[in-house]
């Protein structure tokens, strides 16, 4: 990754800070703003930075200052474009999607109306994820991802924050585009959260692919078949395989002739076993290929299994 992009990125992510904390996040060192992966602000604590060695404190000149509830109601004001009221049924689901493909995740006191959460109010906590596109990643990886002139039904599996989205959005765009000796396939996008395209006003924030459809803020088992009516894709893409709905659409789909791309948190194959859902996924064999994300000595790894 391009150490240019890779600063531009956090530039990006840092100007949805508080304005004091902002200018806090502009004093370190070029070699941590290439590396950092989320800011983290927290009520009556001081702010951090992730990076993959573990938090560290935003800026030592700010360390005694702590984060208030108003900084975080700033940042809300900041993503929302100041209409946090249309934005309800995404905050209710404890994140928003930022202008350039960044998500912030939000907790604190849940409202509730007729059995279910439709808002958050006093805020405690919010992390704003530095997400960044890896243009090229995926390329070792994808001749194992065919077979017979076919692309397999593919599952990435990685414990959270391992980077099964860059992944998946680099092997979308490599399909859609096509490459040497892989001819360019229409994928379909379920992008629930907003993550994979980051779409703003109808256009992708980020790359995948010339040949990609995508719908977006629609649960990913209503998104699939609506994809599948609208958009005739060869290979549907879906992030995060959490619950049984998503496993049935997934399978029906799978049974109309399509190609699936999907994540979900996992340590690896072996680790599905022990979890009903995915048992079950892996007993229904949709998923000709597996790709497991390990981290060894602070490189990631990637591994394609059958």
């Not at 600063?7 to 703003?33: F, G, M, N, T």
Request: one cysteine or more.
């Amino acid at each position: 990754m391009n150490d240019v992009y890779a600063i531009a990125r956090y530039e990006q992510a840092a100007s949805l800070l508080p304005v004091r904390w902002r200018q806090a996040a502009r004093y370190i060192s070029e070699e941590k703003k290439q590396t950092a992966e989320e800011f983290r602000l927290r009520t009556g604590k001081t702010m951090t930075l992730l990076l993959p060695e573990g938090e560290i404190p935003l800026n030592e000149d700010f360390a005694r200052q702590t984060v208030t509830q108003s900084d975080i109601e700033q940042l809300c004001d900041t993503v929302t474009e100041y209409s946090r009221y249309t934005a309800c049924d995404m905050l209710s689901q404890g994140f928003l999607s930022a202008r350039g493909g960044f998500r912030i995740g939000f907790c604190g006191t849940a409202v509730f109306r007729d059995g279910r959460n439709t808002n958050l109010k006093d805020f405690s906590s919010a992390v704003i994820r530095i997400g960044r596109e890896k243009r090229g990643l995926a390329i070792p990886l994808l001749p194992q991802l065919w077979e017979e002139g076919s692309f397999c039904s593919t599952l990435i599996l990685s414990p959270p924050g391992q980077g099964k989205t860059t992944l998946l959005r680099d092997l979308i765009r490599l399909l859609s585009d096509g490459t040497e000796g892989f001819p360019a396939r229409r994928v379909g996008v379920a992008d629930e959260r907003g993550e994979i395209a980051a779409m703003y006003e109808g256009v992708a924030q980020l790359d995948v692919g010339n040949h990609t459809d995508i719908l977006e803020g629609c649960p990913k088992a209503l998104a699939m078949p609506m994809l599948l009516r609208s958009a005739n894709p060869q290979i549907l893409a879906v992030d995060e395989i959490t619950v049984a709905e998503d496993l049935e659409a997934i399978s029906a789909a799978a049974n109309c002739g399509v190609s699936l791309l999907a994540t979900a948190h996992a340590n690896g194959k072996e680790d599905l076993q022990e979890k009903p859902l995915f048992k079950e996924l892996l007993s229904r064999n949709v998923f000709k290929r597996v790709i497991s994300i390990t981290t060894e000595a602070g490189q990631r790894k990637y591994r394609v299994s059958k």
